[in-house]
């Protein structure tokens, strides 16, 4: 989300499905979505039945594939900021059971890097499991399912929100929005007030605000929150408490081996907006705290957002200068040879919760989506 393609859904929603889900000012939020996601899901099905996928796949699934998920838990329906991020546990399961009885190979992302540079990798497919942001549910859920079946997986943590300095906002703003009849606050400068007396209009109400936030400066988050903490009595550290990964969950996961964990900036900010200064500093910060949370080094890094928007050159160049290995964004694509010439700029395939119950994995893994996504933008 984010620029002029901000996608109110706190991630990435849009990449999933190839298509924006996105409003339009004065259109009702609730019906938007709502057709939209049925639409799209009726497409999902019709493109898998009619073999586009496979006959795609031979040009466009390349080596394989880096898939993209946040949480992995079953949101309730007034969580509005996490019905696209989030995957439900037997779904999730489904997916990494289906991956390996076709013979994927899983890597970590070092192993990615590794690959992708020899000039003669091995033959197969092989697919990385990402999990951004780093929400309690990626140790409860994801972890132990991928212990279970003995796959690795990556974590890109918000160091922020591990260290409870930064709010986890899209949680306080929900909790706000769901718990009154409307919702006032400034907003430079200006007192706004929504309203939210009905589902529909809460659902609207957090959209609005969290496209705002998405392109803020961090401290105009800081203040707000504290504002809506203040005012309607969300305590923003206490919801990071049971929504965020806890040091000792991340250290366990690290002994286990099967976790990668990476950096993905200390405020989630949307990397472009800021000074350099301010950009380097969310790097490198959240680089370090990450390597003091595990006790080793970090090699690799996800752009918050990770839309076309939110980075470019400036950031890939402060992830080389650090030593990165990999970075990722949230272009959507497969995995080819010619993407070692930009381990710092991987594409990846959003694991979109609104469509987990469709065809998503194949459309995604044959590069159709991608692939219909770059067709449709000309
Ligand atoms: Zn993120």
């Not at 499991?129 to 974590?155: H, K, Q, W």
Request: charge should be negative; include cysteine; aromatic fraction near 10%.
């Amino acid at each position: 989300m984010g620029g002029s393609d901000a996608d109110p859904h706190y991630g990435e929603a849009e990449e999933a499905s190839g298509m924006a889900i996105r409003l339009s000012p004065g259109t009702t939020a609730e019906h938007t979505i709502d057709i939209k996601v049925e639409l799209y899901r009726s497409v999902l099905w019709s493109l898998a039945a009619s073999g586009l996928a496979r006959a795609m796949g031979r040009h466009n699934a390349g080596q394989g594939g880096i898939l993209s998920f946040h949480r992995i838990y079953r949101p309730k329906p007034q969580e509005f900021g996490f019905q696209a991020l989030s995957v439900a546990p037997d779904s999730f399961r489904r997916v990494v059971q289906t991956l390996i009885d076709r013979d994927y190979c899983f890597l970590t992302m070092s192993a990615l890097a590794e690959r992708l540079r020899n000039p003669e990798p091995p033959p197969g497919k092989f697919v990385c499991l990402t999990f951004d942001d780093g929400f309690v549910d990626n140790y409860s859920e994801a972890f132990a399912i991928c212990r279970e079946l003995g796959v690795p997986m990556a974590v890109y943590l918000v160091s922020g929100f591990v260290r409870r300095e930064f709010p986890m906002w899209g949680i306080g703003l929900e909790e706000a929005i769901v718990a009154n009849d409307a919702l006032e606050f400034t907003w430079e400068g200006k007192e706004l007030k929504l309203d939210a007396r009905t589902m529909s209009r809460k659902r609207q109400a957090y959209l609005t605000v969290a496209s705002l936030l998405v392109l803020a400066q961090p401290r105009n988050i800081e203040r707000l929150c504290a504002e809506l903490g203040a005012r309607y009595g969300i305590d923003f550290m206490a919801l990071s408490d049971r929504n965020a990964l806890t040091p000792a969950m991340i250290r366990e996961m690290h002994a286990s081996g099967l976790v990668e964990f990476g950096a993905h900036s200390v405020r989630h900010a949307y990397l472009s907006r800021l000074e350099d200064s301010e950009a380097r500093w969310e790097i490198t910060q959240s680089k370090r705290d990450c390597e003091t949370l595990i006790g080793a080094e970090i090699r690799h890094f996800a752009y918050p957002y990770g839309d076309s928007g939110s980075v470019g050159t400036r950031e890939a160049a402060i992830c080389r200068e650090l030593g990165f290995l990999t970075a990722v964004t949230t272009e959507s694509n497969t995995i080819f040879p010619s993407d070692r010439d930009r381990l710092l700029n991987l594409p990846r395939l959003t694991y979109n919760g609104y469509f987990q119950n469709t065809p998503l994995l194949d459309l995604l893994l044959s590069g159709t989506l991608p692939r219909l996504r770059r067709g449709l933008r000309g």
